[in-house]
């Protein structure tokens, strides 16, 4: 963690998935203001037909998920922001209709996260650490 999975309602080229981490980890880098080797991004494509959103009366409508393990501490402002980058991408790579792309996000003391890379835990969120 952080970690970013993205279901997707299609079949996606190994060349695409890689370009939509390139860019989740380029726009959580900027948005969240750490370095982008914190992040694991992984891309679920799970086909047509594979992600559904339920609507009340009617029938489902095709969609996906992204769903962001973050540490907390951010604004919510930051993570709209970076909700908002997100969907952008993925419309923008897949044309998606930006109206059925929810984001979840599930936020985390530091020591929830693990990076052997780092020697070990995380540390808590406590502001713009690429400086």
Request: aromatic share 6%; glycine share 8%; charged share 25%.
């Amino acid at each position: 963690m952080p970690s970013i999975q993205i279901d997707l309602p299609l079949d996606a080229s190994v060349a695409s998935k890689k370009e939509l981490a390139r860019r989740a980890g380029k726009i959580y880098a900027d948005r969240m203001k750490v370095h982008a080797d914190l992040l694991t991004v992984s891309i679920h494509d799970l086909g047509h037909g594979g992600v559904w959103r339920c609507h009340e009366d009617g029938e489902p409508t095709p969609s996906a998920l992204i769903m962001c393990d973050i540490r907390s501490g951010r604004p919510r402002e930051t993570r709209a922001a970076l909700a908002q980058s997100l969907i952008d991408a993925c419309v923008d790579l897949f044309q998606l209709d930006s109206l059925w792309i929810k984001v979840e996000f599930t936020q985390h003391s530091g020591d929830e996260m693990y990076h052997p890379h780092l020697g070990g835990f995380n540390k808590d969120w406590t502001g713009d650490e690429r400086t």
